[in-house]
């Protein structure tokens, strides 16, 4: 079994000021990957970034960036300057490589808004 | 560039009846989903299907039925339909094929359905 804990329903933050998204994760996986989407008003679901459980480095994707601490089972967003685009609700996501393999898992996500 | 196409967008229906939602994609690739999203909430994986030829069962599948046509195409259905499957349907596709899969999902811009 996986399981994704999103634990902010909703979040603010000012423009061009940094946030942090929290995603913890459970799996009985030893290999699996980690997954973060954005999903605006308007509905479309969008990639942003992906973590392998055994890279090394943490992921960064541009403005994004991952910061994985696998001991504590976590991999929370980063965002860097944000902007009023940003408003959008995020999904942490895993996907396991073994037992799991297939099944993605979301977790039920963060509001942010970003505000002028 | 379509990526993952599904149909209808919009459908409503009376408890008891059926309907199919249809979705292909032109990725070429091996792994598709159907998931549901309920308000204000994460996405629920209904089916799956690792490859061409096979399917399995995600965390909500009953009252689901669902056909892998071909590599292309996999589609949802139900058969009697009843006023708690009321959702926001997404249709997703990611590369798959044997290695652990690493690869993003895409997305549909999915099917809202409403049952009444």
């Known amino acids: 079994a996986q399981k994704i804990t999103q634990t902010q329903p909703g979040m603010f933050v000012q423009e061009k000021e940094a946030v942090t998204l929290d995603c913890t994760y459970d799996?009985?996986?030893?290999?699996?990957?980690l997954f973060w989407y954005k999903q605006p008003s308007s509905g479309e679901m969008i990639f942003l970034i992906y973590?392998?459980?055994?890279?090394?480095q943490n992921a960064t994707e541009g403005r994004y960036s991952l910061n994985f601490q696998k001991a504590r089972k976590s991999a929370n967003l980063v965002i860097s300057a944000s902007q009023l685009g940003d408003s959008a609700m995020y999904f942490c996501?895993?996907?396991?490589?073994?037992?799991?393999?297939?099944?993605?898992?979301f977790g039920d996500g963060t509001t942010l808004t970003v505000k002028p | 560039n379509a990526g993952v196409t599904q149909t209808p967008k919009f459908q409503v229906l009376k408890t008891g009846q059926s309907m199919t939602l249809q979705c292909a994609q032109d990725?070429?690739?091996?792994?598709m989903y159907w998931y549901r999203q309920d308000p204000g909430m994460g996405l629920r994986l209904i089916y799956y299907?690792?490859?061409?030829?096979?399917?399995d069962k995600g965390e909500v599948p009953n009252g689901y039925n669902v056909s892998r046509l071909n590599k292309r195409e996999f589609s949802l259905r139900l058969e009697s339909a009843a006023p708690s499957q009321t959702s926001v349907y997404f249709c997703?596709?990611?590369?798959?094929?044997?290695?652990?899969?690493?690869?993003?999902?895409?997305f549909g811009e999915g099917s809202r359905l409403t049952v009444l």
């Open positions: 997703a596709s990611s590369e798959g094929g044997g290695a652990p899969d690493t690869g993003e999902l895409f």
């Open positions: 799996t009985s996986d030893p290999s699996y990957g």
């Open positions: 973590q392998g459980s055994y890279d090394q």
């Open positions: 996501a895993m996907r396991g490589h073994n037992t799991n393999a297939g099944k993605s898992t």
């Open positions: 990725m070429n690739h091996n792994s």
């Open positions: 299907s690792a490859s061409e030829g096979t399917t």
